[in-house]
């Protein structure tokens, strides 16, 4: 996928507490990206959020990846759910950022970067400074 003269179009997946941080950056690097859409499996937090940054929202990221055009996801989800929704992006031709860890078990981290590999796409961890 070769992005030039546009922005990044990107879409956070979760919206708990460590999401404030990657809307934020998206907010502030405005000129490069641009927040598409949003995923929460939690309706009033959901609702809240779409209506915050005037974006469409999913209760799943199935719904999320099938109905819109992305660039990149963003998983800000229990780290859990990080290798799932990975691969579905990654599967989607979309680059992934997970927040840490990207995944609790070897095989699972394994799994991931194997789906990111062969989509040919990036898969970025989030490994910010203390």
């Known amino acids: 996928m070769n992005i030039q003269n546009r922005k990044i179009k990107i879409a956070v997946v979760g919206s708990g507490r ?3 941080n990657h809307f934020g950056s998206i907010l502030q690097l405005s000129d ?11 309706p009033t937090i ?3 959020h779409m209506a915050e940054y005037n974006v469409p929202g999913y209760l799943s990221i199935d ?9 990149l996801v963003t998983l800000c989800t229990p ?4 290798p799932s929704q990975a691969i579905k992006a990654a599967k ?3 680059h992934v950022i997970s927040e840490k860890p990207m995944a609790t078990k070897w ?18 961890v989030v490994k910010q400074n203390r």
């Open 92 to 94: 989607s031709g979309i």
């Open 32 to 42: 490069e990206y641009e927040l598409i859409a949003i995923c929460d499996n939690n």
């Open 79 to 82: 780290s859990g759910l990080h």
């Open 18 to 20: 460590i999401s404030k």
């Open 46 to 48: 959901l609702k809240q």
């Open 107 to 124: 095989e699972d981290g394994l799994a991931m970067t194997k789906a990111c590999e062969d989509a040919g796409v990036r898969l970025f």
């Open 63 to 71: 719904d999320l990846l099938k109905n819109e055009q992305l660039d």
